[in-house]
């Protein structure tokens, strides 16, 4: 069995910045893809940020130049920074991995979500 959690939501006024973590617990072996996934009251969840497990990163048209998606291998934890929040970043934000257990079976594992709130 594997897990994410997820921390550093909240509220923050247009133009500030937050800093989402996800750290990623279990028998793990070894992981693969990582990403963060966001969805609006009424929308559909959406791909926010990607990051292979080399370090390549990909980001949704909306994010770039704003967002930056990292992870440490070492401690199993993903983070996105994210600045100049706009009222339309305002979302449940989920964390997914990739994961290979010790046993080699393989997991796609999902956070519980944390609330970010752009609003003046």
């Known amino acids: 069995q594997v897990q994410l959690v997820e921390s550093g939501g909240g509220l923050v006024q247009p133009g500030g910045s937050l800093r989402l973590s996800c750290a990623a617990s279990g028998s793990i072996f070894s992981i693969s893809t990582m990403a963060w996934y966001r969805q609006a009251p009424g929308k559909e969840r959406e791909l926010v940020a990607r990051i292979y497990s080399p370090g390549s990163t990909t980001y949704s048209d909306s994010v770039k130049g704003r967002f930056t998606i990292s992870r440490d291998n070492t401690k199993n934890t993903m983070t996105l920074q994210m600045n100049s929040l706009k009222l339309e970043d305002t979302a449940v934000y989920y964390c997914?991995?990739?994961?290979?257990?010790?046993?080699?079976?393989?997991?796609?594992?999902w956070g519980q979500g944390t609330q970010v709130t752009v609003s003046s």
């Open positions: 997914y991995a990739g994961i290979t257990v010790v046993s080699g079976r393989f997991y796609t594992a």
